[in-house]
T-cell receptor, first 110, second 115 residues
């Protein structure tokens, strides 16, 4: 079945440094969604990518969907303490199930 | 607009006891998901409803877990009897049209502790 693998599992950065998390699948994905979960909170939708090679930006966040639609990345420029949390990619399969990766936990040192 | 509402927020029970979680999705959302999230892990899908129909319950441990979504709105998830390994956060999410991969909105979750 559909599965997405995320790396790294943890990332510790100094405030102001950049951060990237990667999401990979062995199968072609129909789309990829990204969520952020703050400590003690619930996942919150960030964005959805659908097209091959798609790139979307939200302020300091840049999301990419690979040409083969088997991988995706989230890049944060100049991290801030408010970026702390766990970032999940989720695959919305053709049957509608939303399957999450294990997430990348980001900590930011001020 | 009200978000996804779950209750209770916290529940502590002894093993072998039953427990139930309740979810009220966003009005008009056809798709409802139940997830289980263990500490440090991603949400694990247990069951997905399209309106009142459970379209995928392949990951639901059916020997002890059951779920229902009467009238295609509210949903309950039950565990009977609970085991120590069931301790986790149970998240409910809803989506306008999950089959079309619309975004999912999550509730605050119910943190279950089985002692």
């Amino acid at each position: 079945g559909q599965q997405v693998m995320q790396i790294p599992q943890y990332q510790h950065v100094q405030e102001g440094e950049d951060f990237t998390t990667y999401c990979n699948s062995s199968t072609t994905l129909s789309n990829i969604q990204w969520y952020k979960q703050r400590p003690g909170g619930h996942p919150v939708f960030l964005i959805q990518l659908v097209k091959s090679g798609e790139v979307k930006k939200q302020k300091r966040l840049t999301f990419q969907f690979g040409e083969a639609k088997k991988n995706s990345s989230l890049h944060i420029t100049a991290t801030q303490t408010t970026d702390v949390g766990t970032y999940f990619c989720a695959s919305g399969g053709s049957q509608g199930n939303l399957i999450f990766g294990k997430g990348t936990k980001l900590s930011v040192k001020p | 607009e009200a978000g996804v509402v779950q209750s209770p927020r916290y529940k502590i029970i002894e093993k072998k006891q039953p427990v139930a979680f309740w979810c009220n999705p966003i009005s008009g959302h056809n798709t409802l998901y139940w997830y289980r999230q263990n500490l440090g892990q991603g949400p694990e899908l247990l069951i997905r409803y399209e309106n009142e129909e459970a379209v995928d319950d392949s990951q639901l441990p059916k020997d002890r877990f059951s779920a229902e979504r009467l009238k295609g709105v509210d949903s309950t998830l039950k565990i009977q009897p609970a085991e120590l390994g069931d301790s986790a956060v149970y998240l409910c999410a809803s989506s306008l049209h999950g089959s079309l991969n619309t975004e999912a909105f999550f509730g605050q979750g119910t943190r279950l502790t089985v002692v």
